[in-house]
């Protein structure tokens, strides 16, 4: 019934979303996480939109991306901020050593 009632744009009600999404349902958790985002329970609707983004849902991202950028949870990269809206400090990958890297070759410059 939610899978129906989503993919037409229907309205869902919230004791039916939870269920739902407590089953499983990609679509459940997405609603849910809506409702409880309008409600504000902010905590609780990222944590079922991150669920649901885990999946593919497509539109539980882009809700999970808006709901970060109204509260100014996104850092520079866009990246979610973690708790205090300070920026986690990057890690650097190690650079490979010198000999295991791929040699770089002069191209000959085009006939001039």
Do not use: C
């Amino acid at each position: 019934m939610v899978r129906a009632a989503y993919d037409e744009g229907r309205p869902i009600p919230e004791s039916l979303a939870r269920k739902a999404a407590e089953a499983g349902d990609p679509r459940g958790m997405t609603v849910y996480g809506i409702g409880l985002g309008q409600r504000g329970a902010y905590a609780e609707a990222v944590h079922w939109l991150g669920k649901a983004a885990g999946t593919g849902d497509l539109s539980a991202m882009v809700v999970l991306g808006t709901v970060h950028l109204d509260r100014g949870e996104l850092g520079e990269d866009g990246a979610a901020l973690p708790a205090g809206g300070r920026p986690r400090p990057r890690r650097r990958a190690p650079r490979p050593p010198a000999d295991a890297r791929p040699a770089q070759r002069q191209r000959p410059l085009s006939g001039h």
